[in-house]
Nanobody, 116 residues
């Protein structure tokens, strides 16, 4: 079992920045990939960014390229999402995601609200 706990969400003005954190209950070295998804009201959950935890290969959705950066700290068992140049359309609940031994795990989410 892997528990994922997100933090760092909140209210920010357009153009501002936030950093989300996702702390895992197990060593992130044992997790194949971790990432962030988001779900806006009335919309499907969508991938924002992902990172493999042993080799830092990253993958970003087109709508965040150049604005968001995903990183991981295996010593702290934590994955981060640095979000810059935020837009109102980035408003959503952001969920941490992990894949380990073929099992998928989700955090409970953290709300990000970007005001115009």
């Amino acid at each position: 079992q892997v528990q994922l706990v997100e933090s760092g969400g909140g209210l920010v003005q357009a153009g501002g920045s936030l950093r989300l954190s996702c702390a895992a209950s197990v060593s992130t070295v044992s997790i194949y990939t971790m990432g962030w998804y988001r779900q806006a009201p009335g919309k499907q959950r969508e991938l924002v960014a992902a990172i493999t935890t042993q080799y830092p290969n990253t993958n970003y959705a087109d709508f965040v390229k150049g604005r968001f950066t995903i990183s991981r700290d295996n010593d702290k068992n934590t994955v981060y999402l640095q979000m810059n140049s935020l837009k109102p359309e980035d408003t959503a609940v952001y969920y941490c995601h992990a894949v380990r031994d073929g099992m998928i795990y989700w955090g409970k989410g953290t709300l990000v609200t970007v005001s115009s």
